[in-house]
C-alpha cells in the first residue's frame, strides 16, 4: 500500500475503493453501533497498513483467519473476538453485493465458539432486588425512578436516561403507559404499575415537560455514564457486595419475573427480546440449580 487508508467522510472522486466501501457500508448504521464499527474498521485498516496489504483488494480468506488468531493472541476473550469481527465481516460481505470484490473473503473464516447457554450477568434476587428498590429512595427521587424503571419495567440504561415527563402521560385501557424508543429505533409501550406510576411521580414533582431524571445536584439530564454511577451507588447502599450495573437490574427485572410464573413468552414482551431465546438464556440462568436433573436422580436413587 502507497499509505494509511483512513475513514473519511464520503468523497467518491478521491477515494480509494477499499475506503467506498467502508463509509458505504457505516452509512447502515447510526448511534453507538455506528462509533463502534467505525473503530472496528479503523483497526482492520490499520493491520493492513502494518502487514502492507490492502483493506479490501487482494484479501484472501488466510488474511481474515490469521487477523482472528491474532486478536486470540493478544489476550481477548473469545466472545471479544467474534464481536470485534462483527464490522470486518459485513465490511466484506456488503462489499461482495456490491461487486467490489469477486468474493466474500470472510464469509468462510473460522470464528471461536460462543457458547450462550445462560447469561453470566450478575443479577439480584428477589430479596436483593427488593432491598435494592427500597434503598434508591432514600437516596434522591431521581435514584428511585431510576430503580424502578430499570429493575420493575427493565429498561435499558440508555432508555431510562431519556425518559420525557410526557412520555407517561397517556392512559389506554385504564393503565398509564410509558411510550419509549428501544434498541433498534424500535417503538414500545408498556403499562406503568401503581408503584411505579407513584416513584415517578414523585421524580417529577412540578414540572409538566422535560426530560424525567435529573442529577441531583446540577439539574441536568443525566446519560446512560450518570445511570451506572448512580446503580453503583445505590448497590453500595444497599451492602450488595458485588458490581451491580444497569444491565443486572434489567437481569433481575427478567428472571424475577420468570420466577413469579411470568409465561417465557409474556417474560419475553417485558424484555423486548426480539428472539425467545435470548429470553430463555435468562430462565437457563436461574434453573440450572434448582430445576437440575440430579435432584431428582438422587431422589430416585435413595427411594424417596
Given at each position: 500500500m502507497s499509505g494509511p487508508a483512513p475513514l473519511l467522510p464520503f468523497q467518491p472522486a478521491t477515494m480509494s475503493i477499499a475506503q467506498l466501501a467502508a463509509v458505504s457500508y457505516l452509512a447502515r448504521y447510526a448511534g453507538r453501533t455506528h462509533v463502534l464499527y467505525s473503530f472496528q474498521l479503523r483497526q482492520r485498516f490499520a493491520w493492513c497498513e502494518r502487514n502492507?496489504?490492502?483493506?479490501?483488494?487482494?484479501?484472501?480468506?488466510?488474511?481474515?483467519?490469521?487477523?482472528?488468531?491474532?486478536?486470540?493472541?493478544?489476550?481477548?476473550?473469545?466472545?471479544?473476538v467474534v464481536t470485534t469481527m462483527h464490522a470486518v465481516r459485513g465490511y466484506f460481505r456488503f462489499a461482495h453485493i456490491d461487486g467490489l470484490i469477486p468474493a466474500d473473503p470472510a464469509v468462510y473464516a473460522r470464528l471461536p465458539k460462543i457458547h450462550r447457554d445462560e447469561s453470566?450477568?450478575?443479577?439480584?434476587?428477589?430479596?436483593?432486588?427488593?432491598?435494592?428498590?427500597?434503598?434508591?429512595?432514600?437516596?434522591t427521587v431521581h435514584h428511585g425512578a431510576l430503580a424502578y424503571l430499570l429493575g420493575i419495567n427493565a429498561l435499558r440504561a440508555s432508555e431510562a436516561a431519556a425518559v420525557r415527563i410526557e412520555d407517561?402521560?397517556?392512559?389506554?385501557?385504564?393503565?398509564?403507559?410509558?411510550?419509549?424508543?428501544?434498541?433498534?429505533?424500535?417503538?414500545?409501550?408498556?403499562?406503568?404499575?401503581?408503584?411505579?406510576?407513584r416513584v415517578?411521580?414523585?421524580?417529577?414533582?412540578?414540572?409538566?415537560?422535560?426530560?424525567?431524571?435529573l442529577r441531583p445536584v446540577s439539574g441536568q439530564p443525566i446519560d446512560r455514564r450518570d445511570a451506572y454511577r448512580m446503580v453503583a451507588r445505590i448497590a453500595k447502599t444497599a451492602g450488595i457486595p458485588r458490581?451491580?450495573?444497569?444491565?443486572?437490574?434489567?437481569h433481575a427485572a427478567i428472571t424475577n419475573a420468570l420466577d413469579a410464573g411470568v409465561?417465557?413468552?409474556?417474560?419475553?414482551?417485558?424484555?423486548?427480546?426480539?428472539?425467545?431465546?435470548?429470553?430463555?438464556?435468562?430462565?437457563?440462568?436461574?434453573?440450572?440449580?434448582?430445576?437440575?436433573?440430579?435432584?431428582?436422580?438422587?431422589?430416585?436413587?435413595a427411594g424417596v
Open positions: 502492507g496489504l490492502d483493506p479490501l483488494v487482494g484479501i484472501q480468506r488466510a488474511h481474515v483467519e490469521l487477523s482472528i488468531r491474532q486478536l486470540g493472541d493478544r489476550g481477548l476473550m473469545d466472545s471479544s453470566r450477568t450478575q443479577g439480584l434476587d428477589r430479596l436483593e432486588l427488593i432491598r435494592f428498590l427500597h434503598v434508591a429512595q432514600t437516596i407517561y402521560a397517556d392512559t389506554l385501557r385504564g393503565y398509564r403507559v410509558l411510550h419509549l424508543v428501544g434498541k433498534g429505533n424500535k417503538p414500545a409501550t408498556m403499562p406503568l404499575t401503581v408503584p411505579v406510576l415517578l411521580e414523585v421524580c417529577r414533582g412540578e414540572r409538566t415537560s422535560g426530560r424525567l431524571l458490581h451491580i450495573s444497569p444491565h443486572s437490574l434489567r409465561p417465557l413468552r409474556d417474560a419475553q414482551i417485558v424484555a423486548r427480546h426480539a428472539d425467545p431465546r435470548t429470553t430463555e438464556h435468562y430462565d437457563r440462568a436461574r434453573g440450572n440449580l434448582d430445576r437440575h436433573g440430579v435432584h431428582f436422580l438422587t431422589a430416585y436413587v
